[in-house]
């Protein structure tokens, strides 16, 4: 403990976000320690010190707890139970595992939200194939399945419009808990990074909207190209929200704008989100930091744009293999665009292996150069 | 050699300049390995590989070189007859050894200068005290007597005002070979980083003043407050210079900026430098990105400022001893402020542990409010 200089911050998950987590908490002052399953993680190719285990080993989040004297997550699927233990025994631990219990479950996720009045699609309990069908019927005949806990990346999700698709959908859930979400024709899928301190202050970022292919995220425009009015619902929503969860920390709050422009809260994520990665580039403090801030009670930084547009695009996997990245000369020759490689090896169909911020005038502008950058890039 | 994506950069020195170079080179897919003479350098602490061993030892020079696929450095004070003999084995080594080789001895580096027309201070040879006496007469009775090899932030430099004061200075400089130049009194000091890429294109930033106390930089101020001849013609003479220079990556021009609006190349620095520090926050391209761009062959980046003013202030430590980090928070309560420290431990007198750059509207805001965030902070 101690840390160089600040402390030491210890992370739960040693991937793209504890990789961007720990650059920015180095120049603050403070040592990283991340548990990642496995070794050479991308937190710790920059000075992270790892601890390799897996994420619900019990004795090696009490090491990593031991080494630290600020505990954190880069991902909510983990052991919550083991979390709220040590958090008991006197560590800091933020975001708070009771919050974490809660949003690993969506099913208790939608509950919390239902009750505190804040608008999400319809949902109920499935419980077999009866309930499932009853659901669909309640639903207009168009549901998403879910599985309750431990998916993202829309892994574990499956679209139902007829009663005679359940019976893979099950196959395919196996034993897992289940639940279901009356289908949202949305027009836009948007998203709102926010900090709180552990103090109870709340700072939100802009809206965003991101778009997904395949249920990945593969773009994010930051601001949200939407009028005012579904902007200022969807922040007002968005900060209720936040004032729901308990702990300090970043938190992304995922929504859907409705052809009628109504917004629904989809999803909570109790941790820094790649719907934020902009914010290095377009605010004054990065998501990263503001992390950092948050759990170990620094004041919180400025969330404003500091530029007109940015847009962000994901750079996945193209094939499965060892990595031959192709292209970079070509994606930095484009001015104001920002390169994010996250020091994966293989890559991967799909793997989140890096990302492009653009800034520019216009989000019509910084979408276009972006898109070009991807494109220029083999990997 | 190949590195987990781009390639992998050896650099000659650990310090705060490596660590910067890493943290810039770690997103843009490169691996970094350091040279460095004590362990856990704060190049080591953001992910660097390193070899222990002293900067002038060959055999580790070799082996930095092996192991890396770009070679260059952070300290000018090295040797760099081995790296012009890595560089003839066909290791790409920028900045080129020669250039290096001429700014390590300052009196070649103001031959060099005076020959391509450049204006800098009067100065001589000094092999003895009769050369010394000489010296002083001819630059008018004030003179700087300095070492000629190995000195930086000051250290080895004697203000010389009258001729008894030559034989403490001699003693000063035991065996070290000497030159004088003639005192110039200045008005303000300023500076020019730049960039040459490998095919000799190049790229300035900003001109900036730099403010010195105790012969070290205190305080960067971008844009410099000066009027638009005396920018212009500094710019000017700031690209002249580069244009002497072999080899490609990030220099900075010093320059005096004297009383009848004259500017003088005082001094080169064949690296990334305290005076660009800023260019993290306030340019699309930071001068460690744009180096390790640069050396890389990979194309160089925009470098206007994107904010109206920024001013950098170090953190020189301010006592001996074990770290005691305090006031981080208070620094990170003033809005647009950016803390960067070093990872070095312990403290020292005067010893860079980290710098504050503050972003803000005018130059007169942003150097009040990071003078009040470095009166914040206790090291």
């Known amino acids: 403990m101690g840390g160089m200089n600040g402390g030491t911050i210890g992370i739960v998950g040693g991937g793209q976000l504890g990789r961007m987590l720990t650059l920015a908490a180095k120049p ?37 707890a031991e080494r630290v004297d600020f505990l954190t997550i880069e991902i909510e699927h983990l052991d919550a139970g083991t979390l709220e233990k040590l958090e008991k025994l006197g560590k800091p631990v933020n975001p708070s595992p009771a919050t974490i219990k809660i949003i690993q479950d969506k099913l208790l996720q939608k509950h919390l939200l239902k009750l505190a009045g804040i608008p999400t699609a319809d949902f109920t309990e499935v419980n077999g194939h009866d309930d499932a069908v009853a659901a669909l019927k309640a639903f207009g005949g168009k549901m998403l399945l879910k599985s309750r806990h431990g998916a993202y990346d829309g892994r574990g999700n499956r679209l139902i419009a007829k009663p005679s698709e359940l019976a893979e959908a ?18 836009k899928e948007l998203a709102v990074d926010l900090a709180r301190s552990t103090t109870g202050e709340i700072v939100l970022y802009p809206l965003v909207e991101t778009v997904h292919k395949n249920n990945i995220c593969v773009e994010v425009l930051a601001p949200a190209p939407v009028n005012g009015r579904e902007a200022k619902n969807a922040l007002k929503i968005a900060e209720q929200t936040a004032k729901l969860l308990k702990g300090a920390g970043v938190f992304a709050i995922e929504m859907f704008l409705t052809k009628g422009g109504k917004v629904l809260v989809n999803e909570i994520a109790p941790r820094v989100h790649n719907s934020g990665h902009y914010t290095i580039e377009a605010t004054p403090t990065s998501q990263f930091e503001q992390h950092i801030r948050a759990i170990s ?14 847009v962000m695009v994901n750079i996945l996997g193209e094939r499965d293999g060892p990595l031959e990245l192709m292209g970079v000369e070509d994606v930095l020759a484009l001015s104001d665009t920002h390169l994010h490689l996250y020091g994966k090896s293989p890559t991967k169909k799909a793997r989140k292996m890096g990302h492009i911020t653009v800034t520019a005038n216009s989000l019509h502008k910084a979408r276009k150069k972006a898109k070009k950058a991807r494109s220029k890039l083999n990997i």
């Open 28 to 64: 603050l002052g403070f040592d990283v320690v991340v548990l990642n399953p496995t070794p050479n993680s991308p937190a710790a190719q920059v000075g992270a010190k790892e601890i390799v285990a897996d994420l619900y080993d019990t004795d090696a989040l009490a090491q990593l």
């Open 170 to 187: 099950f196959e395919y859930f196996g034993d897992s808990p289940l639940y279901a979400e009356a289908y949202v024709p949305f027009v």
């Open 297 to 310: 009670g620094l004041p919180l930084g400025k969330t404003d744009l500091t530029v007109p547009a940015a």
